[in-house]
């Protein structure tokens, strides 16, 4: 059974198997590995674990500043350009795709501080970014994603596009507080600022499929929770975004597509919207935010599958123990449901050795046959 | 409803406008500016409250903390004049090593509104910034806010060189997603905030027994 079947069945939580498999370690945390032991780069980690899953060219995420081609980098979720503005031997200051300036690490991963953002109001997103939003059109790297494709064909893996959704747009565009604020007081901004990133998303989408390609399935990226609860109350996700993420949706399944959403933190006030927007599968169920699969499969998993929800810092303990019964009795769970992919909680931090994380698979290996 | 009662309302609503309006109408009839504060924290503990029971979330509690903060810009001068100060002063910033900002703006913003004097380094502070400031602002709590697991251990250091070079005098919070309870214990914290209404009552609980 090659990996697109096996997703597939999981889907229609028909017989497969084993459990799915993706997962993501830090830059870091592959640094680490490799002078522990492991021979090769990001690639070889996913052939490594056997990962079923492939991305088809980059996180689609369409830019205030027109990415040049020539600049894409093989980063996955940060192809773009940046424009540097400062630097100190750590830090660098940088103008981002998206009109925010933002320092980030030179040498290492980590969330980003924002120091400004170009459109602060909605005066500013009329005037300006939304014209040249639209006009800088089609941003998919196409020649990209056919190539992809193939490969993922060849390889028999269960291929994707991907994208960034509106709240993690906003967040990105016009930042945190603003964004929050305005959803209060300037829905109406909010809702078109939605409507069109999601109308670019599709526009850039349809792109992709007109060059011949099948993929099955639509990732979207966004964070709308951490660990209290949803930024926002769901009557005000219900209002302002949920009609973009349920034509996201709609949109994957009139082509035959699956569709996946990625949120960190604390969704359970949500994932009854989630199944009326017609998701599919929701990734990654922080476990530190009091996700649980164990809970969660028996009420949701006829409607939603999971992926993900192993504890990433439990694994930085590296206490093979608890790390036993947590995937234990969490594939249980995902199995008895058969809407189960394993991945970590988040990503994999270079707190877990190269030693745990082979113990780790052989958990999944031993766990995860049906 | 009186004027004080409005001007309540005002906050729980996030109305800017009524808040700063309010402020200026009590301060024009020479309402005693301690009632005119109390008002706006009452308001803001309301807030504070509902959040923790997602009866509100963010946006409802960053456009409440706004007018807070407005009505607070009308007032100051008058609080000043009249000698009340800040109930607490407290300093805040994310560990070194760490860029993160939103989790701790928005404490920074409940503990304005509950009335501290709030003295944001920002973020990427050193242990030996925040002891610093320590020896210079004479706070009465500092909270530390970080959001990875590899940040995580400098908020040991960054406890133990304030503990070092200033003494146990000031209490010491932390805060983020990785962080718990547990690991507050375990690296000497005084205590652990599970978001921005929880450190307002928190930084209460710590020092409402300490003499003033």
Redesign the interface.
């Known amino acids: 059974m090659d990996g697109r079947e096996r997703v597939n069945r999981m889907f229609a939580r028909r017989d497969h198997d084993r459990v799915p498999r993706f997962d993501q370690p830090w830059k870091?945390t592959l640094a680490r590995w490799q002078k522990e032991g492991f021979k090769g780069d990001s690639k070889a980690f996913l052939d490594w674990i056997e990962a079923d899953f492939q991305f088809l060219g980059h996180l689609i995420r369409p830019a205030i500043y027109k990415e040049d081609p020539a600049l894409i980098k093989e980063d996955f979720f940060n192809p773009g350009q940046f424009q540097k503005i400062r630097e100190d031997e750590l830090?660098h200051d940088l103008r981002d795709p998206f009109g925010a300036t933002v320092?980030?690490?030179k040498n290492k991963s980590?969330?980003?501080?924002?120091l400004g953002f170009e459109c602060d109001s909605s005066k500013v997103w009329h005037q300006h970014f939304k014209p040249r939003l639209m006009a800088n059109g089609i941003q998919i790297n196409l020649a990209k994603v056919k190539v992809d494709y193939a490969n993922s064909r060849r390889a028999g893996l269960w291929c994707l596009l991907a994208g960034v959704e509106t709240f993690e747009y906003l967040r990105a565009m016009i930042g945190?507080?603003v964004a929050?604020?305005a959803?209060?007081?300037e829905p109406e901004w909010i809702e078109d600022i939605s409507r069109t990133l999601t109308d670019l998303q599709l526009m850039n989408f349809e792109a992709a499929l007109e060059t011949g390609i099948e993929p099955d399935g639509l990732w979207m990226f966004g964070d709308m929770a951490?660990?209290?609860?949803?930024?926002?109350?769901p009557q005000?996700y219900k209002e302002l975004i949920w009609p973009d993420h349920n034509r996201l949706a709609d949109w994957a399944h009139r082509h035959d597509m699956k569709f996946i959403y990625h949120t960190d933190g604390n969704i359970n006030?949500v994932l009854n919207l989630y199944i009326e927007a017609g998701f599919d599968c929701l990734q990654p169920l922080e476990a530190?935010?009091g996700m649980d699969i164990r809970k969660l499969c028996p009420i949701y998993g006829d409607r939603l599958a999971f992926m993900g929800n192993i504890n990433?810092?439990l694994m930085?303990t590296n206490d093979v123990d608890a790390l036993e019964e947590e995937i234990a009795t969490k594939f249980a769970a995902g199995k008895a449901a058969r809407n189960y992919t394993f991945h970590s909680d988040h990503s994999v931090?270079?707190?877990v050795s190269w030693q745990t994380y082979q113990k780790i698979m052989r958990l999944v290996d031993k766990y995860g046959r049906y | 409803m009186n004027l004080l009662q409005s001007l309540e309302e005002a906050i729980k609503k996030?109305n800017r406008d009524d808040a700063v309006k309010n402020t200026k109408e009590a301060l024009s009839i020479n309402m005693p500016p301690k009632d005119i504060l109390d008002a706006l924290v009452r308001g803001m503990d309301d807030i504070g409250r509902r959040f923790k029971i997602?009866e509100?979330?963010?946006?409802?509690m960053?456009?409440a903390a706004?007018a807070m903060k407005e009505s607070i810009a009308v007032l100051e001068p008058i609080l000043v004049e009249a000698g009340i100060k800040p109930e607490y002063t407290a300093i805040i910033g994310t560990v070194q090593?760490?860029?993160?900002?939103?989790?701790k703006?928005l404490v920074g913003m409940m503990w304005k509104g509950a009335n501290f004097n709030v003295i944001d380094l920002g973020?990427?502070i050193s242990p030996e910034k925040f002891a610093e400031a320590v020896l210079t602002h004479k706070p009465d709590v500092v909270g530390l806010s970080a959001?990875?697991?590899?940040t995580m251990p400098m908020m040991k250091n960054t406890v133990d060189v304030i503990r070092e070079k200033t003494g146990n005098a000031v209490k010491i919070i932390i805060g983020g997603?990785?962080v718990t309870q547990d690991y507050a214990d375990e690296i000497g914290a005084d205590g652990y905030a599970?978001?921005a209404a929880s450190a307002v009552d928190l930084v209460r609980s710590l020092l409402v027994s300490l003499p003033g």
């Open positions: 870091e830090t320092r980030l690490w980590g969330t980003p501080e924002h945190d507080e929050l604020m959803m209060v007081e951490y660990n209290h609860s949803t930024v926002c109350s005000m006030n530190k935010a990433a810092q930085g931090p270079p707190q | 996030g997602n509100i979330f963010v946006p409802e960053l456009i706004r090593g760490d860029l993160h900002d939103i989790g703006n973020s990427n959001l990875l697991t590899t997603a990785p599970a978001d």
